[in-house]
């Protein structure tokens, strides 16, 4: 039931979740409260990928946590965003683990993150971490449409980044899993 965890799988865990405080805290830029532009999406498609969805999932919310507390910001840490980071993680696994890699399975795991976790959970988290974390108002409406305009400008650039990565740095790092 439960995946073994081996030193390789660990070290590639480890440097997944560096990667993604990097492309996320330090690259990622705010747009305004509500919408952030990064590309910490790359590290948790590789975990999901290589690791598969239960190591991609805990690959994904151990960023996620640690992202917070590295970026001094523990005070408005909000459990129902590392919700998101997980869904991300597990999905790419689901999705991309020893699975093809094609336009097509590709097309459908990115839409199906986006419009889940990007266009459906993300506005509604939103909403409440403003209400409840900042106890400010919050227009619902407006950070779903915010959120909606950057999940579709980003639908083309995650489906041609991801095909990137599994087909010219995925072989590269193939010496982190188990497979022979």
């Not at 151990?62 to 980071?85: C, K, R």
């Not at 597990?90 to 990115?110: A, D, Q, R």
């Not at 199906?112 to 990007?118: N, R, S, Y």
Request: charged share 10%; proline share 3%.
């Amino acid at each position: 039931m439960f995946e073994k965890i081996t030193t390789k799988k660990l070290v590639f865990m480890a440097l997944m979740v560096a990667l993604n405080i990097v492309l996320v805290r330090f690259v990622g830029i705010n747009v305004d409260q509500s919408l952030r532009i990064d590309f910490g999406y790359l590290s948790n498609v590789m975990a999901g990928i290589v690791l598969g969805p239960v190591l991609g999932g805990v690959t994904a919310a151990v960023s996620d946590i640690l992202g917070v507390i590295l970026s001094g910001q523990i005070g408005t840490y909000f459990p129902l965003f590392t919700l998101n980071s997980i869904f991300y993680g597990v999905t790419y696994g689901l999705f991309l683990h020893k699975k093809e890699k094609s336009w097509l399975n590709i097309s459908i795991c990115i839409v199906t993150t986006l419009l889940v976790g990007g266009i459906i959970l993300y506005p509604v988290w939103m909403y409440l971490f403003f209400q409840i974390i900042l106890k400010k108002q919050a227009v619902y409406i407006a950070i779903l449409a915010s959120s909606t305009v950057k999940n579709i400008i980003f639908l083309p650039i995650q489906i041609v980044t991801v095909k990137f990565i599994s087909t010219s740095l995925l072989p590269h790092i193939k010496a982190f899993t188990d497979e022979k």
